[in-house]
């Protein structure tokens, strides 16, 4: 509720336009307006095009249908993170057009269709085990209507792969990097390209990679300018950080 | 500003008795006065007699010290931990009547006198080392109006002057036990006492003590029931959570 | 055994009342009466309503009803926790009135009904995963007698949902706060109510949480005053804890 | 060197305006200038007005002094982080117009003005004890020709100032947020606003902060959206990440 | 081989007794014997009754009887620790004697009886569930002809268990302490035997216990003298080395 | 392209020998083929015999034969670790003469047979647990074309047995020593031969082995000079850098 | 008390030969002397030539010096560990005949000359550095009446010195052996000697030795029986715990 | 001693030219010679030109001085590393000729001149702040006798740097990588030559490095074959090794 509409309000009290129990309760509303939690939430989702977020992880098919179920009744494309196959097929019986992104482990409901960005978001990996993490990043991005140029294997085992591709990493307007063992993609990329990077750690490796804890850390310790870590396996917050900035 | 007052405002507006702008004023200013944050925290403090706190750590005596000249603007009773000597010389210039804790590295200024509580918090140590985190306890706890039992000292390696004190220990209306090392002597209490028992871990010890680490993971792991902890040497959490118990 | 009682039983002796190998056998008891170990605790018990406690986990579903068994023949209400279906199935074959917690993982078995408290214990969850251990809180306060006001799913992503409940919140004598990730909750509230708060993390979270620490660390290193922590996912032991602060 | 530039040396070859061996000289030059490391990282610096940045810890005084002798050469801004008085001291015999940054512990020597961007970048910490690494992203944020909004101590202790302040947050196009302790202010911010939160964990805290890693675990597994993260203390790498997504 | 053998040996060398080729022959076995590495352990072995053990985790079925099937060529006892069902089964079937310890994990073969000692070894756990650990010490001690006290849960909840029987723990020689959780126990038997304790940690708990890491930290930063402590679960080894003590 | 590559390709630019458009393709191809990435790796790869490999974790059997169907295109041996059985199924069906090596979890296709070095890696394990990490350096040195003397269980419990094998491991040109539990014996090794050792740390044992960190450490805090070090459980690692050492 | 003088104290009563008062005054003094605690332990100490031991560290000169006041006016030797020469200077002025250990920080006063034991205690050192725990150690053993037998840097770089000094390891009766680095030392010992093993971890070393943790990890995960492990650089705790198993 | 020897000392004995009270002698010393500890040691360093090495942290000035002097009457080369200008200054008073090497921390003297090895080390570091690191591998390996190739920072951050040098690096036989921070490095290089790595970790960065543990686990995890690692700041270990593999 903006000053005006709150002037418009007491001057409706006072005309008598409005009774009072009227207006008390639209101000007892007043705090969380103000403030802008929730509501503004909403209409910044509305507004910007970004969807609910449902994470699986934890929540039974049911609890996820029901969320869904909700969601539907207001006009936003869904997305629910971390979803098993046996999710979607909750979701599917009430919501036929829900997509299964198998890799990505993410079920989406598009009502609209978001406008697309101009400026796309690299998402590149450094393996092939890493493209589950990097298809959550970019079915994130994506369903925010990022463009998304996916990139995978390009680790500094294959450099070259790397290289040949840097005109190509370059256009983008921010970049995704994924890597799991010693995580040292990002700190490459971020040296060579002049876009801000954000960097997922992924707890693919084995022993002293401690699920993840060697690529987080050396993420975090990068001697590159210009690189941001999220959460191990956090595709997700890569690709909705990604987008944020991709949209700025 | 609760509903009543919210309606009456509405009523003099409507009346003509407030004008639309002063209205407009203080709706503004609600969000933060419904959801009582600052202000409604400085009228508990007053109400409770609960003084402000200063962290001392990381600040230089200057900052301490103007900190507490904008303090002595307020009739309220001022604790400053993790003080130094050379912070107190500082409070000293502009407030002679502040005293400095030595052991619990505190200094106070007392510009009230708190009524005191008629149940006390019992504050016992394992070891004699771990005095310096137990006094800090101890002048939170006291500066805050509660009466205080003293008791030092009383670890496994010396268990019957425990059990020659536990009479004593159960007289107090909760108890804070303060053990580094291993840090059992909150397992112990809680076993003995009917009473909630606040556990401080401290770095007292060495080696695979790894400073406080055994004790805290100790204490969170306890057996016992009616323990819970607070972060390593943390005498005031302690004192300060002792007492709200207290003055229930 | 007081001393007026020792007194009297000497004066037997004396008197030629009481066999002396009689006094013997009461004497040689004593230590245990005068520190009040396992008999006084089976006193308090008895006089303050609280059950006694069967901790599930690693016990097999015999040896649960096994002891269930022997509590039965005291009356007291039964509590066991971390107690499988398994473990349920098997006590229901000697104690058809026993009731299964699903959520809470626990088994209650009421022989006598505590007398509520007046006040109440607010049990409120960051999020809809943090459930299992809220319940487990919840069940194990009510078991002793508490009112429990539930209210799950107002952290931080859907802090409107916590202020718009903070009156409610406010109401509650001691305030139990669950959270998973970084387990930020437990601060906020702690800044926000003049209540004690007792703060559990949950294991709730991937990658950098490591199995909770990450919300175990950030709640004992928290900056509000006035919390104190407990294990991970250790609804029991909060419950407990929160029982006794709420019944002094 | 560009295609363009390339072809115009080979017709120079070929016409006989250049000679072979200074072709030679240049070429073998090439495959860097080509790949576009040093050489197109010194464009992008001289183009964007990016300064050399120096990473003062480990250095001598007069290894520092000897690097900005180099750098004073070229026509850029130099900035030193992690520099100590002895350093300032060193590079004040050849640059007299070399500033420090006490509480940053930064050295810069601008040789150019930048042009200021529209945008801002708002740096906030949660509490005063973060000061030092909040003004070593101002610093570098600010040498890198960005508009910069301190707003200091607005930590969870004190959440109306958070909210007093909201608004003003909401201006920036990108939001620097330090915090030590639990290091939660960052996911309430994220939760709040509506821009990229680039999260800096610090040192500040005792015990179970280990030396900051209950910060950063905490901000890496934040349950809100919109939040990357660099290194514990590097504010340097906060204020260069939040330029580049400020000036893109 | 002793200098007294030697010499006998080039005696008989001297005076034709021996040919050299023999002679060369013992002598070229001789590092091994004058080191004492395997075949001295045989006979220690075989002078204190000591059996073969095999570490049953990690090896197959058929492995495990291999081996015992050797043993048996050998005039010894046979422990295999670590050992399920399924390589039990196995055993059987060329050593129909062969017990299984299922508690403790372990299949023992008896081929000659020990003389049991005088003195005696208590075993005692702090809770139910250490007693896998207990029995696999216990089971150890037992082959190795100890005579063994088993008193379980008797941990800090239950202290007056602890005290009831400190006359039967004292009488023993060498006290065995096994406690999950917070791992108090040894420390206070530590505190009240003049005996040596060997302390084993467990896994048992949850949380913050981290896999036995707060016992076993707990164990190594005891205040009480006179505890040693061996890995986590490792009952074998206490039980071994409480033989060692002993027989000593 | 060598200087003087680059030189003839000048001269026939001036002489008009070579077409302009047609030097600047091989200009703009230069940096690739100057920086020598995949194509000087390939090269290297069939010319010192050393297969492709490819590591299974975290693939699918399809995608594992895939891969090899592409390789097997190429006149080259295939290696793929951590395979599993379903893998060599797979890759049966289009290669009939793979080979799986159960112990070591890999698959090899010999497409040539490599020329056997003289000199030889003695791969040694300190427990018989140890073996399938010792096969996989085993199984990939020898694809490489190594000699390779396996020498199982001779860790200190049986450190005869090492002794008795000095010779045959000082014959070797290096020395691959894989051990779990404390890890000792590359230290006990690094100071008996004068070979370079790698040493191999497994996740075999149990509680304060953390899952193969206390061998970590061990190895890596070696009081032995001429031990290096790689990831737990990696015999791949280790196998390939002792070829590499071996074949210099 | 015991149960005969218990009795007879009841027939005192009942005789008349003892006054009721008395007799209450006794008996509510009993439950200490029943369970043993101060009282046991100081006859324990006086009985077996034990020292009282004052833990140094975190004490003041004055207090240590006031602890030994009041010691000495109890008939037993004086120790104490982890002391500053400062403490030392303090202890001279009330005791002139006290003796301070330089290399084992410690200080000791005789009162009186212990019975030396028959039997003797190995404490052997992997190093030169560890000479300091080692010496710990020593002094504690030789004050409570053991025989020392010092065997220092015979760690794995020079094992031969180990080897031939093996029989005279062997006659010891309990072998305390001190490593830091990789702690392999006791793992060889303990698979060399037929005697307990009490392993102190030292934290000598650097880098991945993180303050002794590889040593104390390597020792407890040992893959050689009849070794226990005390706290890192804990000199005292192995003294201790070995004299105790000597003089059994 | 080999067989022959053996057996020709068994033939004088026999014959009487050798009594058997020098036979006996000889032969008690015989497991020390056929095992070869120390003295095959010394052999094998006179023979290949390595020098004794003295760790100097932990030994005081005089301590070095005195083993110094030990080893002038040896004809060997003598290297101390983490050796202080204090302890130079005391080896100084008895060897003229020893050199401090300041940045390495390393004290030489050079008795007799090794004869340079053909090949090469490349010793090379990603910033200036590892020097120290690499100082002390390179001087190490210069006194085996080794050539060295120093190349120094050319981290990620200066990637063209390597580039331009990889001709120079491959050209060596075996290359040390020191790095801190993300200790990327290693990876690198390890992918672009086709020689032994052996990969240096330092302490070189501040917070999430955690005293080198980021680098460290980053080059254990490397996804580059061909590198094996040594201890955080172990310059030494990798000279050492480094030195090994080039003389083979």
Known sequence: ???????????????????????????????????????????????????????GAGKTPQQVRDIVAFMLTKDVNILATRATREMYDEVLTISPDAEYHEMARAITVRKKKPELTDTHIAVITAGTSDMPVAEEAAV???????????????????????????????????VVVIAGMEGALPSLVGGLVDKPVIAVPTSVGYGANFGGLAALLGMLTSCASGVSVVNIDNGFGAGYMASMINKL
């Open 140 to 174: 994130t991005a994506e369903i925010f209507g990022n463009k998304v140029d996916r990139l995978f294997d390009v680790g500094i085992a294959g450099i070259h792969r790397l290289y040949s591709n840097l005109e190509r990493i370059r256009k983008a307007r921010v």
């Open 1 to 55: 509720m903006t000053a005006d509409e709150l002037r418009k309000l007491l001057e409706e009290v006072h005309s008598g336009n409005q009774t009072i129990d009227k207006a008390l309760e639209k101000l007892q509303d007043l705090p969380f307006k103000d403030l802008g939690f929730a509501k503004i939430d909403n209409h910044r989702e509305l507004r910007t095009g970004y969807p609910e977020i449902i994470f």
